[in-house]
């Protein structure tokens, strides 16, 4: 019943973009941050970015900083990162995940409460 779902990912050149989307359902998305994450393989997962529940406040990880850009449209129930300048370093598993601390959010919180399955986008150079 509590849902969070990813789209977007894919296959894009370096230097290229891509927006991911995260579809939430069974929760009311005004009182959740949300974070994106990723995580390559054999590699552990890492923050990329985070917005509070309303949207005042995000946060980006250094190496994302200036190419992404997170934003959310809480009517439609949506979270989006939309990603610019891809390099294959970018290369990873896309998951978004909610709950109510931002901080926690942004931190990466082992106790976060809901997470995505995740989408896949692959840079190549």
């Known amino acids: 019943q509590l849902q969070l779902v990813e789209s977007g990912g894919g296959l894009v050149q370096s230097g290229g973009s891509l927006r991911l989307s995260c579809a939430t359902s069974?929760?009311?998305?005004?009182?959740?941050?949300i974070g994106w994450f990723r995580q390559a393989p054999g590699k552990e997962r890492g923050g990329v970015s985070c917005?509070?529940?309303?949207?005042?406040?995000?946060g980006y990880a250094d190496s994302v900083k200036g190419r992404f850009t997170i934003s959310r449209d809480n009517a439609k129930n949506m979270v989006y990162l939309q990603m610019y300048s891809l390099k294959p370093e970018d290369t990873a598993v896309y998951y978004c995940?909610?709950?109510?601390?931002?901080?926690?959010?942004?931190?990466?919180?082992?106790?976060?409460?809901?997470w995505g399955k995740g989408t896949l986008v692959t840079v190549s150079s």
């Open positions: 917005i509070s529940s309303g949207g005042r406040r995000t």
């Open positions: 069974g929760f009311d998305l005004n009182y959740y941050a």
């Open positions: 995940a909610a709950d109510p601390n931002y901080m926690g959010v942004c931190r990466g919180a082992d106790d976060i409460h809901y």
